[in-house]
């Protein structure tokens, strides 16, 4: 049996006095899983997210990414955590204009301390098998949305993570461009990377995830694998 990457146990997160935005949730993501997390607005998957990126805490609960308790750091080790545990891709990118695209990717190996030689190889790899290496020495205000998305994904990955975490990554797109980076994270997942999709997008869920989550008011509601296994007994 895979290694979990995820393990959320009882947790629950509420904000000011209004009802929870998670409600005991308990969660396992396994190692080479691609899991979408769907629900509509405010039922709790961006608090999801950033339990698991180390960005929020549980109010209850623990949260174990990879074998590290992420619920109990302070915030230079959750920073630590987050260079070396997860890769992040947002929904509109999160580039850095006044940097050039090689610029960008290398920025996460800088900060890790990896040596420069080393990340720009990386770098270089990265862009090469996205299809996206003449435009190394770009700037992104001049790529396609759907380019600049391919870089956030090269910058997500280079420091190699254990799991990628990808908010709402096809929300600033059209409808070609989206596609291409469904396909683009339904082939990571082939080579064996571990996905979390949060998304409103039904068609990009079922485009690169092979298990699906739905969350409503905090609780989850729908697990695409457990609702398989009891459909087979």
């Known amino acids: 049996m895979t290694v979990p990457v995820i393990e959320l146990c009882d947790v ?4 000011d006095d209004g009802p929870p935005a998670l409600d005991d949730v308990s969660l396992t993501v396994r190692a080479g899983e691609a899991v979408s997390v769907l629900g509509p607005s405010g ?7 950033n339990l698991v990126a180390g960005l929020d805490r549980p109010d209850t609960g623990t949260v174990t990414v990879d074998g590290v308790r992420v619920d109990g750091l302070g915030e230079a ?7 070396a545990k997860i890769g992040m891709i947002f929904q509109f990118f999160n580039l850095l204009d006044d940097l050039t695209v090689v610029d960008n990717v290398v920025l996460p190996a800088q900060l890790a301390g990896m040596a ?6 990386r770098a270089a790899e990265l862009l090469d098998v996205l299809g996206i290496d003449r435009h190394a020495n770009a700037y992104p205000g001049r790529l396609s949305g759907g380019e600049r998305q391919r870089v956030a994904v090269a910058r997500a990955l280079m420091n190699r993570p254990p799991l990628l ?16 980076v469904g396909q683009l994270l339904a082939d990571l997942n ?4 571990t996905i979390v999709v949060v998304t409103h997008d039904l068609a990009l ?12 008011d905090g609780r989850i509601t729908a697990d695409a694998d457990a609702i398989a296994a009891e459909s087979a007994r």
């Not at 629950?12 to 904000?15: E, V």
């Open 43 to 49: 039922s709790g998957k961006s608090t999801l997210l």
């Open 116 to 121: 420069r030689g080393e990340a720009a190889r």
């Open 77 to 83: 080790a959750s920073a630590r955590y987050r260079r």
């Open 12 to 15: 629950s997160r509420g904000y």
């Open 205 to 216: 869920a079922r485009s690169c995830t092979t298990r699906t989550i739905r969350l409503v």
């Open 165 to 180: 975490l990808a908010d709402e990554p096809t929300g600033a797109l059209d409808t070609a461009s989206g596609e291409d």
């Open 190 to 193: 082939a080579d064996g990377q």
